[in-house]
Every structure is written in structure tokens, then in C-alpha cells.
């Protein structure tokens, strides 16, 4: 049965490859990627109020009468100030740990394997992934049994090698087991190279959609 060819989608550097035409290929959909910024604001201010006195004096006498000494009485205030300290600025909570900024991502069929690339700004090894709790993924989406399934494929934290995990409805995914079948290589420190058995992650061959995820758990 012939199999149409998808249009191939490029967004946030995301690269798709074009499908090769045989019964047992894969259509490679390219989903997009999105990112959001978030801002955070701060403010501070201060008051200050004062209070100030006056002094009077005084002094008379009756009409028509011999006007008595009088003594004269001045009382004065200092005025004063009072000057409130500044509220302190909020405490800036410590940063937590970015994800890996992914600079390029393919998904190609080679024969009946799966290769997947990936390339990010900043080296990493998988030591440091399972320190700073981060995670380089492919979201592979795919019709099965009547309805879709989602499954990541994700870089070992523990060392060389493939994750797999089944994508929940919350939108992360399950517990993360070792991907049988899969191989991986490092040209650099900023790259990985994995070849994929579809069969083992149990993708028909069909249309697949995926998308090149960089996150931090939680």
C-alpha cells in the first residue's frame, strides 16, 4: 500500500528528514517545539514622616489700673524627626537548574533503524544529567489499537545507552526503563547519536510524530 509522504515541518531548529518509500518505512512528522519565558518582579520602598512643635508667650492687665510687672514666659520645642528604615528588597530565591539549551535535533530512518541526533549549546555527560536532574528526550507519538500512545526515548543518566518510558496524561512520563536494541555514540561533548529498533519501542511502521524535548524533572 503506498504510503504519503508528510510534509516535512522545520520549527525551533528542529530539523525533520523526508521518508523513504517502502512498505516497511516510517513517515517522520516532525511536531514543532515551543518555549515560553517567564519574569519574575521585585519592589521595595520606603517612608518617612516628621512632626514638628511651636512655643507662645503672653501677658495683660485690667483697663484703667497700674499695669503690674509681668514676667514673660517663652517655652520652644526642637522639632523632630523620625525617619522609618527601608523595607529590605524580597529574598531572590537560589536558581534552580536549567534545562540543556537544545541547539538541533533529526530523526531519520536508516534501512529499519532509527537514528536519532542531537545537539545542544552546552557539553554534558551523563553524570551531570542525573545531577542536575536533567533530561534529553524524543517524543514519539503514533496510532495503535484504535487510539494514539506516546512513548519517550530518552539519554541514559546511569551511562551509555537508551531510556524508554510511557508518556502519562499529566503530560511527563512514567518510570524510565533500559531500551533494549538501542546504541549510542558521542562525537562530541555536545552531541549524541542513538540508532533505534522500532520494534522495540513498539512503533508500527506508520505515520510518527516527534518532537526533541529538553527538561528538568519536575
Known sequence: ?????????????????????????????????????????????????????????GGGAAPGSTPPATTTKT???????????????????EPKTRPLHLHAASLRQDGQA??????TSDPWTAASLLRGKRSLCVRLVYSASGGFQSRDVC?????????????????GHGPLHT??????????????????????IGLPYASVRWRALSTTDG
Open 114 to 119: 532509527l537514528v536519532l541526533s542531537l545537539s
Open 1 to 57: 500500500m503506498p504510503i504519503a509522504a508528510a510534509a516535512l515541518v522545520a520549527a525551533g531548529g528542529i530539523a525533520a528528514s523526508a521518508p523513504a518509500a517502502s512498505p516497511m518505512d516510517l513517515v517522520l512528522d516532525n511536531g514543532g517545539a515551543s518555549h515560553s519565558t517567564a519574569t519574575a518582579s521585585s519592589g521595595g520602598g520606603a517612608g518617612m514622616t516628621s512632626t514638628d512643635g511651636s512655643g507662645s508667650s
Open 75 to 93: 517655652t520652644a520645642t526642637t522639632p523632630t524627626t523620625i525617619a522609618t528604615t527601608p523595607a529590605p528588597a524580597p529574598a531572590v530565591p
Open 155 to 171: 539519554a541514559n543518566r546511569r551511562g551509555r545507552g537508551m531510556t524508554i518510558a510511557r508518556v502519562l496524561r499529566s503530560g
Open 179 to 200: 531500551l533494549a536494541g538501542a546504541t549510542t555514540s558521542r562525537p562530541s561533548t555536545r552531541t549524541l547519536t542513538a540508532r533505534l529498533d522500532p520494534t522495540k
